[in-house]
């Protein structure tokens, strides 16, 4: 380690068989470190993040509908939609059921 060089480290090497077991070995901002201060110009209020629970069905709906074409292709889409949902939890299924009754009688009840 260089003479002069400006580390957190107060006795060279830190002890490496649980000398002094959890303790620092440093002083608190001995060499200049990052110093607490208040900033006055920081918001007395935290931010308030607006959420909503809107789910949009409509890509699906417009993608079981126009995009795939064939009976087949959408039976295939809905058993690759089911088969994950034998490791989900009930209440995630019924969830996903009802919103897939949202988006038409035929997908969700394929689904269902």
């Given at each position: 380690?260089?003479?002069?060089?400006?580390?957190?480290?107060?006795?060279?090497?830190?002890?490496?068989?649980?000398?002094?077991?959890?303790?620092?070995?440093?002083?608190p901002n001995s060499f200049?470190?990052?110093?607490?201060?208040?900033?006055?110009?920081?918001?007395?209020?935290?931010?308030?993040?607006?959420?909503?629970?809107a789910v949009y069905v409509?890509?699906?709906?417009?993608?079981?509908?126009?995009?795939?074409?064939?009976?087949?292709?959408?039976?295939?889409?809905?058993?690759?939609?089911?088969?994950?949902?034998?490791?989900?939890?009930?209440?995630?299924?019924?969830?996903?059921?009802?919103?897939?009754?949202?988006?038409g009688p035929t997908f969700?009840?394929?689904?269902?």
């Open positions: 380690m260089p003479l002069y060089e400006k580390t957190y480290v107060r006795d060279g090497r830190p002890p490496t068989n649980l000398n002094m077991k959890n303790a620092p070995n440093y002083y200049h470190g990052p110093v607490p201060y208040v900033d006055e110009r920081r918001p007395l209020k935290k931010l308030e993040v607006l959420e909503n629970n409509e890509p699906l709906w417009y993608f079981y509908n126009h995009i795939i074409n064939d009976e087949d292709q959408r039976l295939r889409f809905i058993t690759n939609v089911a088969v994950p949902l034998a490791q989900v939890t009930p209440p995630v299924v019924q969830r996903l059921l009802f919103f897939s009754m949202l988006n969700g009840g394929y689904l269902a």
